[in-house]
């Protein structure tokens, strides 16, 4: 290399080094006290996030047309003082069981659409598109502030207005026992009573304490739609037949259960919380053929009913006809002529030993229910409307269930009745005299 070459690269060199050391000393300053500051704030927001604690995990759900969903996890914390949180910070995951009658054979994973988080009074609240809470089999929640990183395993589960039911059991004359669900509303006047039936998937065997006050609105409507009222709910421990009427044990089971459930409500009338005139009863699936049973075992006791997708127990048909369970051609859920006729004409011999008519009744069925065949209901009304009952009648059609949500299968016209104000309002202008 030539030397004034060097040279050169040795003055150039040695300017590049006398222009960073002769930078402005408040300007260096400056950056150690903004270095100094981002430290501090650093150090500050550790020793928050290790002195905030969260204190419990609520999982809040309430009872859907559907069934009971999730749409809240709740944190109650130590202290949220300058905390902040928004949705892009936390990321849910949940396992959801395969849906047998869909055809569904694996689980699926899904990821909750956050939509909004809250922090306010220690709490931090995450809201999220309702999932079926019956469904979930895992969840897992990240966020970018690890302490509330947390499983399914760490929920508690709250679910609005059915956990304000009191269970008790009770226990009949002859000895059979009754576990039940009893909401009370804070009053010292009397009261109007709903009876509710609950359907055969929540008996204790295949199902989960509590089960009849979740699986579908039939409890809690009443009180959530601002009724005044009492709710009994008993939860039965097995499910009865198809049939019924014909299988003198299970009927003998199911009358047993009646008089200890007439007992209870006569003990409720005389602790002078309940007003007798105003009784009520309303049933879904097993639960409207159990409380078709229960007005015929005690005609006198209710103002009023309503009994939807009702099983057979008045006479057999679903199963005497092979009519339970067909999904996917609506051909098979129909009788003959001659079978209708022969099935009516039994059905009106049976009730004439039962005088019901004097009880209103609105009777709720899909036209097309795949479980409990339709023909229970039609049949019913109109033999008791001969019998001079001033009763209702409503039969949706594939069209309506579909509208409503019910998307296959047409079993659940519960869902669709119970969000009917003129049927809720009916049953509780029923007064007996």
Known sequence: MKKSAVI???????????????????????????????????????????????????????????????????????????????????????????????????????????SNVSVENDTVTVEFQPLSYGTIEAAEVECSN??????????????????????????????????????????????????????????????YEGANLHASRGAVAWIEDG????????????NYSFGISEIPDELQQMDAYGTAKYELIQKLISDGSIDDHRIYISGASSGGGAAIRFIMQYPDLFAGALVMSAKDTVIPLSQKYDLAYKFGNNEDLKITEEEYQNSYNEMTEYMSSYDIATTPIWFVHAEHDQICTSYTSVMLYDILEKMGAKNKLTIYSDDEMEAAGQHGSYHGSWAVALEDKEMTSWVYEQKKN
């Open 227 to 238: 009724y005044d009222t009492a709710v009994l709910s008993v939860q039965y421990p097995e």
């Open 146 to 207: 690890n302490i509330f990183n947390c499983t399914l395993d760490d929920f508690e589960v709250l679910t609005r207005t059915a956990d304000d039911f009191e269970k008790n059991v009770f226990t009949a004359k002859d000895g059979t026992e009754l576990t039940y669900f009893l909401y009370m509303p804070e009053t010292t006047e009397k009261v109007p009573l709903m009876v509710w039936e609950h359907g055969g998937g929540e008996v204790l065997s295949s199902s």
């Open 8 to 114: 050169g690269f040795c003055i150039l060199a040695g300017i590049t080094a006398l222009s960073g050391c002769g930078k402005n000393p408040e300007d260096n300053r400056e950056i150690k006290n903004n270095e100094a500051a981002s430290e501090k704030m650093n150090n500050e927001e550790a020793q928050k996030e290790m002195s905030m604690e969260v204190t419990n995990v609520e999982a809040s759900t309430y009872v859907s047309p559907d069934g009971r969903v999730l749409d809240k996890i709740i944190y109650q914390v130590s202290s949220t003082d300058g905390l902040e949180a928004a949705p892009d910070d936390f990321k849910i995951e949940f396992t959801i069981a395969p849906v047998e009658y869909l055809g569904e054979t694996e689980s699926k994973q899904t990821e909750a659409e956050i």
